[in-house]
């Protein structure tokens, strides 16, 4: 029998192991809508690359659209702060379940997108169990738990940011974070308004007034009562003013109208026929408007990416807060880390949009600021032209595409081998 050289052994030996790669499944964690949606885009862009790849794990709608086989569903009952409580023994059950489905079926690797307080956690698990992570949508320890870095540092291989100040912020803590520009604006630029909509939403009123009560049950609760209110007042004020509903979803939408319904009858003046829901057309809603009242959070890019002014709304409670830095305080941490909250004023540097936040006692300030915006055009404009140019660094068109590359190199890399993170940095 003829000798087989070392090197051609080798390689013979190299491409079975690209071939099992290519067939073992990914491992895909999403638990908010947000990350459901960026989930979904990066699967259509694995399937791309690799077609005959599984992917399985847990899921939301868009990720089960776009063929990824639920293990569990963390979307649906997606939560924030205190209401995260109760979830918690269903999570750990789940966990065990799942770690028992990686001894069986260990995947070639782990896409944990977002949501650090389900993920880190995960990570580890997938570290114990030599299943390398890539990790999507880097979790904001610039803002608050920066004792979240370790973790990080310990056990993700790979690490996606969104924002583009944070790989410097991570590289300062032997971290790369590699960034590809924001994937929310990778699906705005696939689906620009509708110019004939955009148009006659203009021909409606004016000025015109998008409100934007975000995505999660318990924050529409706290904060579209108080946008419904504020718009009573501008209602008031400006005769011709419109007013348009843009919830997140179908179900954010039911629960707007059960709560305008409920506002409208108990208000001395009717809204019910200047105002507009229609959670559809929001890109073509932000396009045309003059004003946003909008939830704290994602929306608030949303929201700077039409260069729409914008008012930022989050009121959790007087005493929610400090609450919260005293308990933090008791244990030698610090809650919140930046001068501002709303992502708009985060990535400036500086209060480029009101934010009304975490608590306001009254809405007479934001009903004031709302007020002197809409009379002032020229403010706008150049409000305007100032969130156009913040979001300008983040829009790119292949976010997905990339990330999709970065997986396909942390496998090829042979796992732990393809790390780009030191665990003795500091």
Not at 244 to 258: F, I, K, M, S
């Amino acid at each position: 029998m003829q000798a087989i050289p070392n090197s051609e052994m080798t390689s013979r030996s190299d491409n079975a192991t690209d071939s099992a790669e290519a067939t073992r499944s990914i491992f895909l964690s999403v638990a908010e809508t947000s990350a459901d949606l960026y989930g979904a885009n990066l699967l259509t862009a694995l399937r791309g690359r690799r077609p005959e790849r599984r992917c399985w794990g847990l899921t939301g709608p868009r990720t089960r659209a776009a063929g990824c086989e639920t293990f569990h569903d963390m979307v649906g009952g997606a939560a924030m702060l205190f209401g995260a409580i109760a979830r918690v023994p269903g999570a750990l059950l789940m966990l065990e379940r799942l770690k028992r489905k990686f001894r069986r079926e260990p995947p070639a690797a782990a896409v944990l997108i977002d949501s650090p307080a389900l993920h880190l956690p995960l990570a580890r698990i997938c570290r114990r169990m030599s299943i390398p992570v890539l990790y999507y949508v880097a979790p904001q320890t610039w803002a608050w738990k920066e004792r979240r870095v370790a973790v990080i540092r310990e056990n993700v291989d790979r690490l996606v940011a969104i924002l583009p100040f944070e790989p410097e912020y991570f590289a300062r803590h032997g971290i790369t974070a590699r960034f590809h520009g924001h994937p929310l604006f990778e699906e705005l630029e696939r689906t620009p308004p509708d110019e004939a909509r955009v148009a006659a939403y203009r021909a409606s009123g004016d000025p015109l007034i998008v409100l934007m009560p975000g995505s999660r049950r318990r924050v529409i609760e706290e904060v579209f009562p108080d946008q419904w209110r504020v718009a009573e007042r501008l209602a008031r004020e400006f005769r011709g003013a419109r007013f348009l509903v843009a919830a997140a979803d179908a179900e954010g939408e039911d629960r707007v109208r059960a709560i305008a319904r409920r506002m409208d009858q108990s208000a001395a003046a009717t809204l019910v026929d200047r105002i507009t829901f229609d959670h559809r057309t929001r890109g073509e809603m932000l396009a045309a408007a003059d004003l946003a009242l909008v939830a704290s959070g994602t929306a608030t890019l949303e929201v700077a990416y039409h260069a729409t002014p914008m008012i930022v709304m989050y009121n959790h409670g007087r005493w929610m807060l400090p609450l919260m830095e005293a308990g933090l305080g008791l244990a030698g941490g610090r809650l919140l880390r930046t001068t501002y909250l709303s992502l708009p004023n985060i990535l400036a540097g500086r209060a480029i949009v009101p934010e009304f936040m975490p608590f306001y006692p009254s809405i007479e300030p934001i009903v004031a600021c709302a007020a002197n915006w809409l009379s002032d055009r020229a403010a706008l404009r150049s409000k305007q032209r100032e969130l156009a140019a913040l979001v300008a660094p983040m829009v790119r068109a292949d976010v997905s595409a990339a990330v999709a590359a970065d997986l396909d190199s942390l496998i090829a890399a042979g796992g732990r081998s393809g790390r780009e993170i030191s665990p003795g940095s500091r």
